[in-house]
């Protein structure tokens, strides 16, 4: 019995504005020879960047079953959409109603057996992205994509091209075969997929971004939306609410602020992805804005706040009076723990900054809300700014608001927006 035939498909989708104009590609490829065997563009139009990729998918793999009807395949999918990779891969649940039908129409193509995913950087996925680009460019148009006018890999350096007909039959989509020496050279054959262990560091993306994520001369950043939980209970009362005391969910009014701030970013359309702290109230915003927009959300321990240690509860004033002489050497000194255990703002800025160089390098060239607290978000501004310890006591950050940073790859960071409660109004 004669071996599977290996393939390789890269599939990607945009939307410009989330939703907004929206198309896919995909591309077809035999990891062996680097040679590609079909690619696939089509501009949808008006659709989340979820829908596009997952109709990327679908393109990919039916390209695959049109290509090689009667053959044993096993194929690699490579994506750099972590949602569409984790849910097809059975670790992430489907929630949201439109990605559910998209995903069983992807698994019926072709059987699960023969299918694994991979998630790659959005750096080594540019054939696909390049593609929806084009694709999202002909609907500008008014038109739809064409095979003869793809310029998928012209940045990419190749071999002589084959002549047309060496290309299986059935190639409609791509028309000639072409060959990616570069490609072949650099990529190992195709392994199991598995989540990574930790986040690569991709090139700048080429696609453009807008909003938030819009640059000038350096590319597209990592820009991070900053958004401070809604209320609890304790925020009107001004208490110490940190890691390590009774972590209280959402008030009434504090619900309310998420639902406003999701219906915002909707609007907005710029979130690609939603990183939360672990701690109730800052999971429950979250999980607002992700219903809202069809995201899911990852945790992250290291943006949760500071534990404040005895202190956890207690009023400014309270703490005075019980505290006096701990809490005075702790507004005087980034090195000097709560009373009964509790985080430094120094400890507490290594954490945040280890934190921020992680997703920095996860989320390059995209745009990522990261929900979280008072002194992560305060540092994570002052870290950008180069400001000194104290201007930790010099900021207001608001329930729900918003402030922006955007890291670009020269290593410079820029703040773009602080405490912006506009949504709220």
């Not at 990327?56 to 990779?85: N, Q």
């Not at 990419?156 to 059935?170: I, K, M, Q």
């Not at 994520?213 to 940190?242: I, M, Q």
């Not at 949760?304 to 005075?320: I, K, Y």
Request: charged content about 25%; overall charge negative.
């Amino acid at each position: 019995m004669p071996a599977p035939r290996q393939l390789v498909v890269e599939a990607d989708g945009g939307s410009r504005g989330n939703p907004g104009p929206a198309g896919y590609g995909a591309v077809v490829i035999d990891p062996d020879t680097a040679q590609v065997l079909a690619e696939a563009a089509e501009f949808i139009g008006v659709a989340s960047n979820n829908v596009a990729e997952y109709r990327g998918l679908i393109a990919g793999l039916t390209a695959v079953r049109d290509l090689f009807p009667d053959t044993d395949v096993r194929v690699l999918v490579r994506m750099d959409s972590k949602l569409v990779v984790e849910q097809m891969s059975g670790r992430w649940k489907i929630k949201h109603p439109d990605m559910k039908p998209l995903a069983a129409r992807a698994a019926e193509i072709l059987p699960a057996s023969s299918v694994t995913y991979e998630w790659i950087p959005r750096a080594e996925n540019k054939h696909a992205d390049r593609l929806a680009n084009e694709a999202m460019d002909a609907g500008r148009r008014g038109g739809q994509w064409e095979p003869s006018s793809s310029t998928a890999d012209l940045d990419t350096p190749r071999a002589a091209p084959e002549p047309e007909s060496s290309g299986p039959p059935g190639d409609a989509a791509a028309g000639a075969a072409r060959v990616r020496a570069a490609m072949a050279a650099a990529r190992p054959a195709p392994t199991p997929a598995r989540a990574p262990e930790s986040p690569q560091v991709p090139q700048a993306a080429q696609a453009p971004q807008v909003g938030w994520g819009s640059a000038p001369d350096l590319g597209s950043p990592a820009t991070f939306v900053l958004l401070r939980h809604g209320e609890t209970v304790l925020t009107p009362e001004k208490r110490f609410s940190g890691s390590g005391g009774s972590d209280p969910e959402l008030s009434a009014t504090g619900r309310d602020q998420a639902a406003r701030a999701a219906e915002a970013f909707a609007q907005r359309g710029t979130v690609q992805e939603i990183v939360s702290s672990p701690l109730r109230r800052c999971r429950e915003t979250a999980a607002a804005v992700a219903d809202r927009l069809g995201l899911e959300v990852r945790i992250e321990e290291g943006l949760r706040e500071t534990d404040f240690g005895a202190w956890e509860g207690l009023t400014f004033a309270e703490v005075r009076e019980r505290f006096g002489s701990d809490l005075s050497a702790w507004l005087a000194s980034p090195e000097v723990a709560p009373t009964g255990g509790g985080e430094s703002f120094t400890e507490v800025a290594e954490r945040v900054a280890a934190t921020r160089d992680r997703l920095v390098a996860a989320y390059a060239g995209r745009t990522a809300l990261l929900v979280t607290h008072v002194t992560p978000i305060k540092t994570l501004v002052r870290l950008a700014l180069g400001a000194p310890p104290e201007s930790l006591f010099r900021m207001e950050l608001s329930p729900a608001s918003l402030s922006v940073v955007a890291y670009y790859a020269d290593g410079n960071p820029s703040l773009r927006l602080l405490n912006d409660t506009s949504h709220l109004g």
